[in-house]
């Protein structure tokens, strides 16, 4: 099953690639362009570097990424230091270069880039136009990429909890078929809640949710959490549950999706679920009505990184006032 971040990191990681093979010509180095790429995608992607710099905004992380990354190479390879510093000035510019359309800014980086690349490395050719033509056909391909997502059957309903920051959002599936009159709303509901057809719309939910959260990183949107509801049959299909799982294993989507299952589910297959978790999967757990309340089962709650609980339950309060869920627990309406 198609991993939707894995495929768009790597075809960013070859456009990287072939921009500085174009920009340094003779002087391109793969390996180490390899780890400047790296570095880079790995801040870009997530907004993320290290505690200490969590507070910086998102470009500074990426500078400081540079400049870690070229002090290391040079550690490691002090013979290339030259080629390094030079990777590590044009590799800074492609913080503006990575978006999704042509803006002014972008006209202005490259000229900028083919500015240095006359004075640092004394090279006059067809630089810009050649660039700019590159950049152009790149950014069609991604654009066409997540736009491949969209479809006119199936959609997103998109609904925040209510939540202070207000994103925490559950992501469930709409089909936009428009059925025949002679289809009851009935029918058509048991057939989209039988249990195949619910195990293979997760997947789509997975891929959509995943192309959203690609396109929240391009525009610098990391606060967004998305939950989606994973169906218990699918514990019964491993082979099935592992494809599915595939759509989201990678460390920038695992951030920023929630997968949900109840309580009923956990209970019964509770080593397979916590193997997901140390496999970097983030669960929430429903607080459905198989869960009886008791000090006993209060520790596997901190396995989750958010409960879903009604209000209405008689243990509400006493949740809300346990120090070490306290802060997990989302009241729903529904559970």
Do not use: W
């Amino acid at each position: 099953m198609l991993n939707v971040m894995d495929e768009y990191i790597l075809f960013t990681n070859k456009c990287f690639h072939k921009y500085l093979e174009l920009i340094l010509k003779d002087g391109y180095k793969k390996k180490i362009c390899e780890e400047f790429i790296n570095a880079y995608l790995n801040v870009r992607y997530s907004d993320y570097l290290d505690e200490a710099s969590k507070k910086l905004p998102l470009p500074n992380k990426v500078t400081k990424a540079i400049e870690l990354t070229s002090k290391e190479l040079i550690k490691n390879y002090p013979e290339d230091k030259e080629v390094i510093e030079l990777t590590a000035l044009f590799i800074s510019y492609f913080y503006s270069l990575d978006q999704l359309y042509i803006l002014e800014a972008q006209k202005k980086t490259v000229d900028e880039i083919s500015k240095d690349r006359t004075k640092l490395l004394g090279l006059k050719d067809n630089f810009v136009n050649e660039f700019n033509a590159m950049l152009r056909d790149d950014i069609k391909k991604r654009k066409d990429y997540l736009s491949s997502f969209e479809s006119e059957v199936f959609s997103l309903d998109l609904k925040p909890y209510d939540t202070k920051d207000g994103n925490q959002i559950e992501a469930k599936l709409v089909n936009n078929i428009k059925f025949p009159d002679l289809y009851s709303e009935v029918a058509i509901k048991r057939a989209e809640e039988g249990e195949v057809i619910s195990e293979d719309l997760v997947s789509i939910t997975f891929l959509q949710v995943s192309a959203l959260i690609i396109s929240d990183a391009i525009t610098c949107e990391f606060d967004k959490v998305y939950y989606v509801k994973l169906m218990d049959s699918l514990f019964d299909k491993k082979t099935k549950l592992n494809r599915v799982f595939n759509i989201i294993d990678n460390g920038f989507v695992q951030d920023r999706i929630r997968i949900i299952i109840d309580y009923k589910c956990f209970e019964r297959y509770k080593s397979y679920v916590m193997e997901l978790i140390r496999n970097g999967f983030v669960f929430v757990l429903n607080l459905d009505e198989s869960f009886n309340y008791s000090s006993d089962n209060i520790e596997y709650l901190e396995l989750f990184d958010k409960i879903l609980i009604n209000s209405s339950k008689y243990y509400y309060k006493d949740m809300k006032n346990n120090g070490k869920i306290k802060n997990r627990i989302i009241s729903v309406n529904e559970v």
